[in-house]
Structure formats: C-alpha cells, structure tokens
C-alpha cells in the first residue's frame, strides 16, 4: 500500500458521446499499488466503483453516476517491445497511438485498431474492440497472449490462455467488471510498407454492400462501408466500400520510407492549410440546419469520382484513423450529444434485419447522419459480440429536449427488439439503450451465468460498477 492520500477530485464524467454521464469522484492512479489502495478506499466507504481509458466508450460503459472513477489514462508506460516478435507490453493507458507509434518503425502494426488512436489498450482489452478486418483477424482480445488482473480483493493474477483460462476469457470482453488489467501484452504484425493499396467502390443500395463484402472477404485485408442512411426506395442503403490490402515485400519501393511515425499520423491541416479543429462547427451547422440529407448526397456522388480513380496507396494511419481527422468532431452534436446504436445480426437475416432498421429510423423522423457496415467473425470469449454476420453502426444527434430524448431512447429499443429476435448481439463500448432484460438474450442464459457466477466469486462485494453495468442489471 502507499503512505500518500488519494487525489480524488469531483467532476463531470461523461461518455464520448457526451449524452450519457455524471458527477462523479475522480482518481488519476499512475501505479498498481495506488490502483489497490483505491479499491480498498472505496470498499471501506461503501462506495462502488468504475474504471474509466481514455473515456472512448460512447455510452455509460466508463461512467459512474454519484460514484467513483478511477481513470487509468496515466498508467501510460509502454513498458516493452520486442522488434523480433512485435510483442509489446503495456500498461492500461497506453493508446492505440502510442503503440503504433513505436512499433511501426520496426515494420508492425497492431492487429486490431478502433477508428480512433485515442483508445487505451485497458480500454480495449476490457471493451474486446474490433476493426474494419474483424472478419478475418477476429477481435482486439484475440491478439492478446496474456495480461495481469487486480482483483476487487486486492489479488493480483496472471491470466493467459493457459493459466487462469476461464477468467482470461472473462474479462476480455468483461467491461470492467471482474478486476481492473493493470499489464498487458499486445501483439502486433509484420508490414512491409508504410502503405496499404485502397479501393473505392459504389454501393448502390443494401444488398449490394453485403454482397459486395461477401465476395471480397476472402480476398481483401480490411473491408468497411459508410452507408447513406437517408438513402430510401431502390437507393435504401447506398454507400462507399472500401477495401484495403497490405503490400507485398518489395511491392512498394517507397513502403519502408512511409515506416517514420510522423508519417502515419492524420495530418493537422486540410489541404494543408485549414486546421481541421475549425471543421467541426461547420458540421455542427450542417447537422442543426438538417443538412446531413444533402451532405451524404454530395458524399456519395463523391464516391463515383474515388472509384475511378482506384487504387491508390493510403497510409495506415489515413486509412484506420478517420475519426482522427476532425478534433472533436463530436461536439457537432451539442448540447444533446450522441449516441450510437450498433447492432450485429447474423448473415442469414442481415438484409432483411437491417432494412426493417433504416426504415423504421426514417419513418420515425430520427435519421441517423453516420451508418458504417462490417463484417464478422465469432471469436471465444464470454461476453462477445462477435458472429458469423455483420454490424450497422448508426450515429444519432440526440436532442436536448427531454420528450424528443425519450423518444430516440424507445425507438432504439424497439429497434434492439427486432435484432434480438433475430438473434443478433449488441457491443457494450457503444450501447446506450439497452434494457437489463436484453442481458440474457444478447448472451443466453448459459454465459450469462458462468458471467455472474466469476462475479460473484471475484467481486463478491460488487465493487466495481458502472452506470451500464447496472442498466444491463450485471
């Protein structure tokens, strides 16, 4: 234990999509220990407790309404990288950003990035995050060989695949909830140029994009599509594929030049010249003045110019990280903020689930202004979302009227209703809206269970909490 007294400071903690959220006691730990003394200073005031990255969770997976928050965003040591292996080993608040940045100048790129390079790896161990190639690599949870778990009891554990296997397979993908990872390794692959070849292709409705995709999968390296959600009639689910594929070795001559970081990242200025924390406000506007119909127009006609001039050699960073290229690009949503409604629907049904959900959205008036589709694979853990189908991710402005709110909140749960009847599955760093009595259907009775049962033997006292996990009544 350490001797000096904990910094807890009140504030405002909120989701990324700032919707969700609250006033909360906030600690900044920088070591395990101080992790362990937070855990015994909460049990002893009978207080509950939430661990929080790089608050990159759209909802209320990291906040903790009138709790505690222990915010890991200083644990940030990357502590070891093998240039032979591309192994690294880290601490929670190590970024996607600062791990790219120090394995791509050895030829390596993580497996499985977010769309933005600000998620912590305890973030995305925890939340068991997927990338635009989940059909082919699986999720972030796959390409993690072990890592060291603080219990709520102050017991520190090792747990891999072969030791500790039940609680490995747990708390990847656990949200939190069985102990907080204090160390992790990620491995990372071998690239063989700072580049990636990159295809535009038209979508001109739903079943095109999936068919699309299900005919490329077995071929391509990352595959995602941004669909038009406005589009209705024959053009109901037009969008924008793009694939990528990594280079060979010895493909791209300039490839191993493009391995500086400096390189990678999204750059500062478009065109060069505009700073691009001065777009946001111009997307506030298009998104208050309900132009995002017009906007995705333009984006879509956009899209026949970018498929006649592909390929064309992207960097890793410009192609991953497009989240990245607007600072702040969430406050276009203010005061309301975000959510995001995210659903997985395996492929038998995924047109027709799908369409039912975009029809459904523009009947209703609320109209999403971002939808991006991917596909999936099933992947071994507890709490997965992965299956054998796709995802939609749909973004909504959410209105600061409280009837309008109310009215976004039923709608998305009708619209998880008609995907769980499908058998389809939900990702907790993006819901929002989900009632505890989904719980059970997105897993089954089975893992839910074997869930609450490690629960209960790792956090007997119920400890560690969230605003979701009590939604979701875990």
């Given at each position: 234990m350490?001797?000096?007294?904990?910094?807890?400071?009140?504030?405002?903690?909120?989701?990324?999509?700032?919707?969700v959220g609250g006033p909360a006691r906030v600690l900044r730990p920088t070591t395990a220990e101080q992790v362990a003394d937070a855990f015994a200073a909460v049990r002893r005031a009978g207080g509950n407790l939430a661990l929080r990255g790089a608050g990159c969770s759209y909802g209320d997976a990291a906040t903790n309404r009138d709790g505690y928050v222990l915010d890991l965003s200083r644990m940030n040591r990357l502590l070891e990288f093998d240039p032979a292996t591309g192994v690294a080993v880290v601490e929670p608040g190590v970024t996607v950003r600062d791990l790219w940045r120090r394995s791509i100048g050895h030829g390596f790129w993580p497996n499985v990035v977010s769309g933005t390079m600000a998620v912590s790896m305890g973030g995305a161990a925890a939340m068991n995050i997927h990338g635009k190639n989940a059909y082919r690599v699986g999720t972030f949870g796959e390409h993690v060989p072990w890592f060291e778990?603080?219990?709520?009891?102050?017991?520190?554990?090792?747990?891999?695949?072969?030791?500790?296997?039940?609680?490995?397979?747990?708390a990847l993908a656990g949200f939190g909830m069985l102990g907080c990872i204090t160390k992790l390794a990620v491995a990372t692959k071998r690239v063989h140029s700072g580049r990636l070849r990159v295809w535009g292709i038209v979508a001109r409705d739903l079943d095109h994009n999936l068919e699309l995709i299900e005919s490329l999968r077995g071929q391509a390296d990352y595959l995602v599509s941004w669909l038009d959600l406005h589009g209705s009639g024959v053009a109901l689910?037009?969008?924008?594929?793009?694939?990528?594929?990594?280079?060979?070795?010895?493909?791209?001559?300039?490839?191993?030049?493009?391995?500086?970081?400096?390189?990678?990242?999204?750059?500062?200025?478009?065109?060069?010249?505009v700073p691009k924390g001065w777009l946001w406000p111009g997307m506030w506007a298009a998104v208050h003045a309900q132009q995002v119909l017009l906007v995705n127009w333009l984006k879509f006609q956009a899209g026949y110019r970018e498929a006649k001039h592909s390929p064309y050699l992207q960097t890793h960073g410009a192609f991953h990280f497009l989240l990245d290229y607007v600072p702040r690009w969430q406050w276009m949503t203010k005061p309301g903020g975000l959510i995001q409604f995210q659903p997985f629907v395996p492929v038998g049904s995924t047109s027709r689930v799908l369409r039912t959900l975009i029809e459904r959205c523009q009947a209703t008036g609320f109209v999403p202004y971002l939808g991006v589709l991917k596909r999936h694979r099933p992947d071994p853990f507890l709490m997965t979302h992965g299956l054998d189908g796709f995802s939609l991710a749909m973004d909504f402005a959410v209105s600061r009227h409280p009837r309008r709110r109310a009215e976004l909140w039923r709608l998305c749960q009708e619209l998880a209703d008609v995907v769980l009847d499908a058998g389809g599955r939900f990702y907790y760093a993006k819901d929002a809206v989900l009632l505890a009595s989904s719980f059970q259907r997105v897993h089954g009775g089975a893992a839910v269970d074997r869930f609450r049962a490690l629960k209960a033997r790792w956090d007997p006292e119920r400890l560690l909490q969230t605003d979701l996990s009590r939604r979701l009544g875990v």
């Open positions: 350490t001797e000096n007294p904990l910094d807890w400071r009140d504030e405002d903690v909120r989701g990324f999509g700032m919707a778990l603080l219990t709520a009891g102050g017991e520190l554990l090792r747990c891999s695949r072969e030791t500790q296997p039940e609680l490995f397979h747990a689910g037009r969008g924008l594929l793009h694939r990528a594929d990594q280079l060979a070795p010895g493909e791209d001559p300039e490839g191993p030049c493009r391995f500086e970081a400096g390189l990678q990242d999204v750059p500062p200025n478009l065109f060069g010249l």
